[in-house]
């Protein structure tokens, strides 16, 4: 089994900048694509940034130019810097792992969702 835990969120001004940090744990074969996500409250979730094993990144439109997401595999950690934090991006923001993992009795590729870390941009 696979675990995959978020960290970093918190209150932030407009304008700041917040560092997420995702770290997945368990028997892990290889790490494949990383995703950051977000949901706002009463909106659906959406996809934020994303990055392959080669570290080819896509961002949504809205967030180009402000956020960057990067991994460390040794580590097993994924990072979201935001910068030129807007009220707009207050969400819920979750990450997911997809892997190459042990779990039910062998190794298998599967998507691991952490349990999210909460983003305020509020004055």
């Known amino acids: 089994q696979v675990q995959v835990v978020e960290s970093g969120g918190g209150l932030v001004q407009p304008g700041g900048s917040l560092r997420l940090s995702c770290a997945a744990s368990?028997?892990?074969?290889?790490?494949?694509?990383i995703t950051w996500n977000r949901q706002a409250p009463e909106k659906e979730r959406e996809l934020v940034a994303t990055?392959?094993?080669?570290?080819?990144?896509d961002y949504a439109d809205s967030v180009k130019g402000r956020f960057t997401i990067s991994r460390d595999d040794a580590k097993k950690t994924a990072y979201l810097q935001m910068n030129s934090l807007k009220p707009e991006d207050t969400a819920a923001y979750y990450c997911?792992?997809?892997?190459?993992?042990?779990?039910?009795?062998?190794?298998?590729?599967?998507?691991?969702w952490g349990q999210g870390t909460q983003v305020t941009v509020s004055s």
């Open positions: 997911s792992f997809d892997v190459t993992g042990w779990r039910g009795g062998s190794y298998s590729r599967f998507a691991s």
């Open positions: 368990g028997r892990l074969f290889s790490i494949n694509r």
């Open positions: 990055i392959d094993s080669g570290g080819s990144t």
